[in-house]
């Protein structure tokens, strides 16, 4: 049995996050990964809302779930509704979930001037809803409302409203801080006069507006919560909600309260990186636990302590949420950074060879030039297999031209590149067109090599940044270019600069090419 259960509304509270649009097949697919990752409760949608959410629910049926149950989401009654009668209440059964999650008004501010209707005729809404659905057989959660403000604005009233939702038969009471804003003394002094005065078991529910949802959270299961909302990745609505890549890593290694197995958190990673795709969201590197970054070292100091013993800079083991220990090359980077990436690399590189200082005063005025390894991993590699001459050279420019013609007011400008390359004895001349300047000499420059090198057609550009590195020098500034490159193993990030944008996405582009080819 578990300590606390896991509440997941990344269906639902998520899927109103800007930007997000799952269509029915991402939901089914997310709602495949919550179950083998060990989420207790999925909330599906709100059904009869829309048609997407009708359908998740028709077909979600057909999936064998493992460890989770399938929530539907909806409101209490209409005040100028019967319960028996009313579409919301109808819908929910329809769905023939085993349980499901009724939102009401808890705020008195919310009772008079959005529902307008009498305080006391919103707290037969709770209970007629609550009752009926229990008498029709389904477990009964109940999200109260702007719990939190509510509380602070009249605490008789917003009691009220939970002894209604108590008489009414809930199975859990869901105090809910839906505006984001309360600070966590607050909520302690709030939950416990809620624990004190009604004995059915309590579940948190935060928004993240103050950025105080997972502290929040933490702190209302430290005070008895047995069920603990949240989305993957903190996702929804305006500042998002409690993220559970950080409340159950929190939960499970820090209050030591069993709500997943240790192999399930292994998963974490794995999760959050699957939502952040489905979602077509960028993966947030900084975000604890489960972020690129999460533990990553870049200083010398920092680099040469965790080499020696990982707890001087990591508060946790990565490998317990399926993340993993990276070492940074930067000019803050020391002999043991150069050495870890080596090791890292599958480079022989004795700590007492010259080529080490070598490679890291190369490395520090590179960087005083603008260049940067930190996203451009594969360019750094191919730094050090040509300072220790290991590095293999496919292919030698003759020269490119690229053009970009406009010839009408109102439509795109046409790119196109001519390359020339020279592979062993025999040179390639080619064209190709393309979205852009650098798309077009990219284009040009693999179809010159594909011929030699089959397996670059098995990559592909996912990512192209540019950044000023002197703002004040206007159009004469030199840029700094990262691309970012894939095939169907891995990815890989490599790096140019130069005052031309297109000498920068020159040497960034033969770099993530002769990784591909190297590896």
């Known amino acids: 049995m578990s300590d ?53 629910f028709k077909k979600i049926k057909k999936l064998r779930l493992k460890n989770s149950e399938i929530i539907a989401f909806g409101s209490t009654r209409r005040a100028d509704q019967k319960v028996a009668k009313d579409f919301n209440i109808r819908a929910l059964l329809d769905t ?15 009772v008079t001037d959005a529902l307008h209707i009498p305080l006391k005729k919103n707290l037969e809404l709770i209970y007629d809803s609550i009752a009926y659905l229990k008498d029709k057989g389904r477990k009964v959660f109940y999200d109260a409302e702007h719990f939190f403000d509510g509380y602070r604005a009249n605490p008789e009233y917003a ?60 702190i209302a299961v430290g005070l008895g919560a047995v069920q603990v909302h949240g989305t993957i990745n903190g996702i929804g609505e ?19 309260l069993n709500c997943i197995t240790n192999e399930q958190l292994k998963k974490l990673k794995e999760v959050s990186r699957f939502v952040s795709e489905i979602a077509n969201l960028s993966p947030f590197k900084h975000q604890p636990y489960v972020g690129d970054s999460a533990f990553a070292h870049k200083g010398g100091i920092h680099v040469s302590a965790v080499l020696k013993n990982p707890e001087t800079y990591e508060h946790i083991r990565p490998e317990l949420v399926g993340n993993y220990q990276r070492v940074l090359v930067s000019e803050l980077s020391g002999k043991g950074n150069v050495l870890r990436k080596a090791e890292e690399f599958k480079i022989s590189l004795p700590k007492e060879s010259p080529k080490l200082k070598e ?16 996203g451009a991993e594969g360019s750094f590699e191919l730094l050090m297999k040509r300072a220790l001459g290991t590095h293999k050279r496919f ?22 590149a001519t390359i020339m390359v020279k592979v062993g004895g025999e040179t390639e001349h080619t064209a190709a067109v393309g979205r852009g300047p650098v798309n077009a000499l990219d284009n040009a420059l693999r179809k010159a090599l594909e011929k030699f090198y089959p397996k670059l057609k098995e990559m592909r550009l996912i990512d192209y940044k540019v950044r000023v590195l002197a703002a004040n020098r206007g159009t004469a500034a030199r840029v700094r ?15 140019g600069v130069s005052e031309n944008i297109m000498e920068a996405s020159w040497q960034a582009l033969v770099d993530s090419i002769e990784y591909k080819l190297m590896s």
């Not at 799952?22 to 809302?49: C, N, T």
């Not at 979930?97 to 008195?108: E, S």
């Not at 105090?175 to 002094?189: H, Q």
């Not at 305006?238 to 409340?247: K, P, T």
Request: proline letters at 3%; a negative charge.
């Open 395 to 416: 292919f030698d420019l003759i020269g490119f031209r690229v053009i970009v013609e406009k010839r009408k007011e109102g439509e795109e400008p046409i790119s196109e």
């Open 238 to 256: 305006r500042c998002g909600n409690a993220n559970l890549c950080s409340i159950i890593p929190n939960l499970k290694l820090k209050l030591k």
């Open 96 to 110: 023939g979930t085993k349980a499901v999650t009724i939102v009401g008004k808890t705020w008195d501010l919310h």
């Open 4 to 56: 606390v259960k896991l509440y997941d509304t990344t269906l639902r509270d998520g899927a109103q996050a800007e930007d997000v649009a799952f269509l029915v097949e991402d939901k089914l697919r997310i709602a495949e990964k919550l179950d083998a990752f060990g989420i207790h409760y999925i909330e599906g949608g709100w059904p009869g809302s829309n048609p997407k959410d009708t359908e998740f």
């Open 159 to 218: 009691m009220q409203t939970l002894e209604a939702a108590k008489r009414g038969g809930v199975d859990c009471l869901v105090l809910c801080d839906t505006n984001g804003g309360t600070m966590p003394d607050v909520l302690r002094e709030i939950f416990l006069a809620v624990k004190n005065n009604i004995d059915v078991p309590l579940g948190i529910h935060a928004h993240n507006d103050a950025e105080m949802a997972v502290a929040n959270s933490v």
């Open 481 to 495: 270019v990262l691309i970012e490159s894939s095939d169907k193993k891995k990815k890989w990030g490599t790096v």
């Open 359 to 374: 490679i890291l005063k190369t490395l520090k005025e590179l960087e005083n030039q603008g260049y940067q390894f930190e």
